[in-house]
């Protein structure tokens, strides 16, 4: 009987766990047989490694072949685990020494004739091997530059199993990854190619500033879809630790292109208006995968008519938009996906959405039931709601706004001057803050508080849009420069919010 290990890793969510991997040669009859709650894609594995084994020069073991995952509690989910029961059964049968083995997190799935195929996953893999103080990682030679993104461990990349094993005898090299380049800034639309429309342009600069949720609402044609698709451009890269918050959930999405391994700038998601709860929010059979809300993670998602939504999927925003993550229970586990993103919506005032105000031939109650499916307590969580009107001949034809790049300036100003506010806290724009910090700690003078004690009395406003009133104030006295909100600033947030609905 020959005992022989190997080491992999779980990933659930963006969270990962070491798995040991552990093959047993017995006496009996020729077979594979694998314990550890293994899924449907894991249990077929054992053919492919069996064929890839075989067809890399290495001879399978003629006898009974028990081979375990633990933690034997945690389900075990997909064909991250391929090289690593390779490489176990190998070290069982004396192929492979335990030198480098005991030291090295193998990832990969096999193809039949020895190839290693590229996984979803690989960076969050990879930061948990090194969470855990391992010293190097083997992944297959396609992601690893997605893998080099984490510091402080060792990545090697393997195009076949016979490679591989040369390695782990000493034999011979594996790749390993250059100097990692910076992307260039994707090419974006240019807000100056966005006519007229000031006000609009103006809750756009500040939704930036701050991180704030925006609504556009008014006829077809005269610019919220281009407004929403150029606030990508105006807001600052991701920095690093957000950039691999972020790259980590679409590894695990299996969004990553070879040419962008990481995602400097905020992600922009469009989700059509059809879609399910699932897509939206994430889902699936076995462990979760990761929905819209996720993958717009530090950036932009943007729901055009957002009217014909259905009432259960925009609900469903309630959560992510209060907690910045959402939780998704399955058979297989409970997934955990950061969802901090900053919603933009955009809709028309009426199902018949005529050009003019004036052309509507829909009734007061089907106006209202339009856009009733947006509930209170959504709108409530929407800090800037704007109206959007018909754009004059002369501003068509001859007006041109500022560009991208003034906008983006500005914009990057107040962040940092929110960033270096609030660092001490571990906040970094306005939108994050607390209400109970807004209303104690960083407390405004009462003379600019006048304008929300007015609100509130009317009975205009409720607790959290009086807290998220505040946030938008601070954004704007940032993109001002003043130290702190003036009643004006206040006044100004109010009126944001005041607008939009018919």
């Not at 756009?204 to 556009?216: I, N, Q």
């Not at 990508?232 to 972020?246: D, M, Q, Y």
């Not at 994050?432 to 508080?449: D, Y």
Request: with cysteine; charged share 25%; hydrophobic share 45%.
């Amino acid at each position: 009987m020959a005992l022989g290990r190997a080491w992999s890793v779980a990933v659930s969510g963006v969270d990962g766990q070491v798995v040991e991997i552990e093959a047993d040669i017995g006496r009996g009859l020729p077979g594979v047989t694998m314990v550890g709650l293994p899924d449907t894609a894991l249990q077929e594995s054992r053919d492919r490694v069996r064929a890839a084994v075989s067809n890399s020069g290495a001879a399978w073991p003629d006898s009974k072949v028990v081979l375990a995952l633990s933690p034997a509690t945690l389900p075990k989910v997909g064909s991250v685990y391929d090289v690593g029961l390779a490489c176990a059964v190998l070290n069982a049968a004396d192929v492979v020494p335990l030198d480098l083995l005991e030291k090295t997190v193998l990832l990969g799935e096999l193809a039949l004739d020895g190839r290693l195929r590229p996984i979803r996953g690989v960076l969050p893999a990879v930061v948990t091997a090194m969470n855990h103080g391992w010293r190097r990682v083997v992944v297959p030679t396609a992601t690893m530059i997605e893998a080099a993104l984490v510091g402080g461990i060792e990545i090697y990349g393997a195009d076949t199993l016979a490679d591989l094993v040369r390695w782990l005898q000493g034999d011979g090299a594996l790749e390993r990854p250059g100097e990692r380049r910076a992307p260039p800034r994707a090419v974006r639309g240019d807000l100056s190619e966005v006519v007229g429309q000031y006000e609009a342009r103006r809750a756009l600069e500040v939704a930036a500033a701050g991180a704030h949720h925006l609504m556009l609402t008014g006829p077809p044609g005269i610019g919220k879809t281009m407004l929403a698709q150029r606030l990508p451009g105006i807001l600052p890269v991701l920095t690093e630790k957000h950039a691999l918050e972020v790259t980590a959930i679409h590894s695990v999405a299996g969004t990553l292109t070879a040419d962008r391994p990481l995602v400097t700038e905020p992600p922009f998601i469009a989700p059509h208006h059809t879609a399910s709860v699932s897509s939206l929010i994430g889902g699936g059979t076995g462990m979760a995968k990761p929905g819209a809300v996720s993958r717009a993670h530090r950036g932009i998602l943007f729901l055009d008519e957002v009217a014909e939504m259905g009432t259960k999927t925009l609900e469903a925003l309630r959560t992510p938009l209060e907690d910045g993550e959402v939780r998704i229970a399955r058979r297989d586990g409970v997934a955990r996906y950061p969802a901090r993103f900053q919603l933009v919506l955009a809709a028309n005032p009426c199902p018949c959405a005529p050009a003019r105000d004036a052309d509507c031939v829909c009734t007061p109650t089907a106006r209202r039931r339009y856009l009733g499916r947006l509930s209170g307590p959504l709108l409530d969580r929407v800090d800037l709601r704007i109206r959007m009107e018909s754009v004059a001949t002369s501003a068509l034809m001859d007006e041109t706004g500022e560009s991208t790049d003034d906008v983006r300036a500005r914009v990057a100003n107040a962040r940092d001057a929110a960033r270096q506010r609030w660092a001490e806290f571990g906040w970094s724009t306005n939108a994050e803050v607390p209400g109970p910090a807004l209303r104690q700690k960083f407390r405004l003078p009462p003379a600019a508080l006048r304008p929300v004690e007015r609100a509130l009395r009317k009975g205009a406003i409720t607790a959290r849009g009086a807290d998220r009133a505040l946030r938008v104030a601070w954004s704007l006295a940032d993109l001002a420069g003043a130290a702190s909100p003036s009643e004006v600033h206040v006044a100004t947030a109010l009126q944001f919010r005041d607008r939009g609905l018919v």
